[in-house]
């Protein structure tokens, strides 16, 4: 049981526009920033967004995230066939002291 | 660019010990906390341990305290994991991090007998 909450699937056609939630608690995304991974099993898991909302040079303007209150989104605009892969939310969680992952969603591009 | 490749994983028995190893170039190691984190067959991923620049201060996952150790060597830009009394439920892809942001490719550790 993950202590951030993720749907466990997601799915789209190209061209659509999907999101993705991560629910936490005070300790962990209401006192802490929220990043979002996208990871193909076998490869290095790749940052999409940190602190929120920020991208690393390097990621479309199709991914973006949003945080309010003890939640967090991903979205991505523009489905590509490639966006298919595992997305993973993640937060400091202070009462923890550690890092915390939400369970991962499998995104199927139809 | 930010290279991080891991090594050291392999086939152990239960109780028995490993140590990871990750060799980090491209920045300048001793500015970054560093991670180590896993993911289990058919599982997501896991943050196992961090450690401070300076190794001031270290963090641990509650399944790993006082059976795995962090360390890391400014001066050889390296990061270790030691892994002692290991378990079947350790089995894992073993991934090194630069904070949260970079990602190696990982390292295999199976516990078996």
């Known amino acids: 049981q993950s202590v951030l909450t993720q749907p466990p699937s997601a799915s789209g056609t190209p061209g659509q526009r999907v999101t993705i939630s991560c629910s936490g608690s005070n300790s962990n995304i209401g006192s802490n920033t929220v990043n979002w991974y996208q990871h193909l099993r076998g490869t290095a898991p790749k940052l999409l967004i940190y602190?929120?909302?920020q991208r690393p040079s390097g990621v479309p303007d199709r991914f973006s995230g949003s945080k309010s209150g003890t939640s967090a989104s991903l979205a991505i605009s523009g489905l590509q066939s490639e966006d298919e892969a595992d997305y993973y939310c993640a937060a400091w969680d202070d009462s923890l002291k550690g890092w915390v992952f939400g369970g991962g969603t499998k995104l199927t591009v139809l | 660019e930010v290279q991080l490749v891991e090594s050291g994983g392999g086939l152990v028995q239960p109780g028995g010990s490993l140590r990871l190893s990750c060799a980090a170039s491209g920045f300048t190691f001793s500015s970054y906390w560093m991670t180590w984190a896993r993911q289990a067959p058919g599982k997501g991923l896991e943050w196992v341990a961090n450690?401070?620049?300076?190794?001031?201060?270290?963090y641990y996952v509650d399944s790993v305290k006082g059976r795995f150790t962090i360390s890391r060597d400014n001066a050889k830009n390296s990061l270790f994991l030691q892994m002692d009394s290991l378990r079947a439920e350790d089995t894992a892809v073993y991934y090194c991090a630069r904070g949260m942001h970079v990602w190696g490719r990982g390292t295999t550790v199976t516990v078996s007998s």
């Open positions: 602190s929120n909302n």
């Open positions: 450690i401070k620049q300076d190794d001031s201060e270290i």
